[in-house]
């Protein structure tokens, strides 16, 4: 695997990291949020990835006279032969679908104040000893 795949794969996983930040900063944050987040962060890091393949795989080209539209596709996915990283969009897409849906949906207030003393180091988790 070359180096730019390696920094795919690696920052594929990045929405995952933004959501558990979010979810551990921010106490408005639901597991709803969390979960969409990083679902909506993976999904769109990959529809990415295949639309650069595709657009790079097809010749895809924007010639003069063409729409706004068709130059943005190509700047995005076939720009300089490799089009924009996907990373971007696994970074910024969490970024924005956390506090929505965490706006819009209700989270229950029974197991949130255990998580924050747990993540607080307030309370110890008990382990099994094997």
Known sequence: MELNG????????????????YLIYWK???????FWGMA???ISGLVWFVLIKWALNTGFVAPEGSSAFRHLFHYCF???GTG?????????VPLIVVPLV????????????????????KIQLETESS
């Open 84 to 92: 924009i990283d996907p990373s971007y969009a696994t970074t910024f």
């Open 40 to 42: 909506s962060g993976l």
């Open 102 to 121: 965490s706006f819009f949906t209700a989270e229950t207030e029974e197991g949130k104040e255990e998580f924050y003393a747990v993540v607080s180091g």
């Open 6 to 21: 390696s920094f795919l794969v690696i920052n594929t996983f990045l929405a995952m990291v933004i959501a558990v930040g």
């Open 28 to 34: 408005r944050t639901t597991n709803a949020g969390a």
């Open 78 to 80: 076939a720009g300089n």
